[in-house]
T-cell receptor
């Protein structure tokens, strides 16, 4: 069964600190992996998309990594800001899109 | 507008009522997707259109759910005889074509069934 597992479920960090979110998947075949940011009450917005051959991709303070051998991905947020408070969703594309449940991040002053 | 729009943004229905949720995709986008997102969960796939053709409806939870996109642009998700478990945010997304391209999400419709 295709699954996407994210950890931690929730995270609280101080403004300015770094954090790393994890995504493990068992989707096959694999097409690409995306990270989305979803603010409360809004639709998800794409941060990065990576194919099988890509190991890392950055978008400003967001850096995603992908290890296709171990089927793991991470999203690293550098120098967090209050506006980073949101849910971060990992989505793995195979024959269909498989969504993780998300990690809820709260950045506090 | 430039993005995906959905209406209404909020809908309260009494159990047993029928509801219709509208999605206006980005102009020219061939593919359109509907998702259901329960509170605190990630989106769950419902159905997928390529132009007016419904290519995948495997995620629709019951035969009370019906989606259409008759002219290949605007789509409507209809839920008949709503139940409390239908309460969720219904997200619509569109892409240039297919699953390989970026999906752009609308703001969602929050449905509450009382």
């Amino acid at each position: 069964k295709n699954q996407v597992e994210q950890s931690p479920q929730s995270l609280i960090i101080l403004e300015g600190k770094n954090c790393t979110l994890q995504c493990n998947y068992t989707v096959s075949p694999f097409s690409n992996l995306r990270w989305y940011k979803q603010d409360t009450g809004r639709g998800p917005v794409s941060l990065t998309i990576m194919t099988f051959s890509e190991n890392t991709k950055s978008n400003g303070r967001y850096t995603a990594t992908l290890d296709a051998d171990t089927k793991q991905s991470s999203l690293h947020i550098t120098a967090s800001q209050l506006s980073d408070s949101a849910s971060y969703i990992c989505v793995v594309s195979g024959y269909a899109l498989n969504f993780g449940k998300g990690t809820s991040l709260l950045v506090t002053p | 507008g430039a993005g995906v729009s959905q209406s209404p943004r909020y809908k309260v229905a009494k159990r047993g009522q029928d509801v219709a949720l509208r999605c206006d995709p980005i102009s020219g986008h061939v593919s359109l997707f509907w998702y259901q997102q329960a509170l605190g969960q990630g989106p769950e796939f419902l159905t997928y259109f390529q132009n007016e053709a419904q290519l995948d409806k495997s995620g629709l939870p019951s035969d009370r759910f019906f989606a259409e996109r008759p002219e290949g642009s605007v789509s409507t998700l209809k839920i008949q005889r709503t139940q409390q478990e239908d309460s969720a945010v219904y997200l619509c997304a569109s892409s240039v074509q297919g699953l390989s391209y970026e999906q752009y999400f609308g703001p969602g419709t929050r449905l509450t069934v009382t």
